[in-house]
Nanobody, 124 residues
């Protein structure tokens, strides 16, 4: 099993930045990809970004490309999501997820473990 704990959410104004963290524990060796998803009220959970656990490959949705940066610190078993130039449409609960098998990094069903989520609100 893998446990994921997100932190770093909050309320910011448009144009500001936030950094989310996701600390992983448990059977870390089994992970090959870490991802971030988000879910706004009344909408389905959607892909935001992902990164390979041992390599350097990163993936982004078109809506955040150029504004968000995913990174990881293997020594701390932690993945980060740096969010810059935030917009009101970025408001959502952000979830960290871990994949230990195969499947597209862009879809929720490929991920085996999920965090509890952290709220990000962008509003003036």
């Amino acid at each position: 099993q893998v446990q994921l704990v997100e932190s770093g959410g909050g309320l910011v104004q448009p144009g500001e930045s936030l950094r989310l963290s996701c600390a992983a524990s448990g059977s870390i060796f089994s992970i090959n990809v870490m991802g971030w998803f988000r879910q706004a009220p009344g909408k389905e959970r959607e892909f935001v970004a992902a990164i390979s656990w041992r390599g350097s490959t990163a993936y982004y949705s078109d809506s955040v490309k150029g504004r968000f940066t995913i990174s990881r610190d293997n020594a701390k078993n932690t993945v980060y999501l740096q969010m810059d130039s935030l917009k009101p449409e970025d408001t959502a609960v952000y979830y960290c997820a871990a994949r230990r098998g195969g499947g597209s990094v862009y879809i929720t069903s490929s991920y085996n473990f999920w965090g509890q989520g952290t709220q990000v609100t962008v509003s003036s």
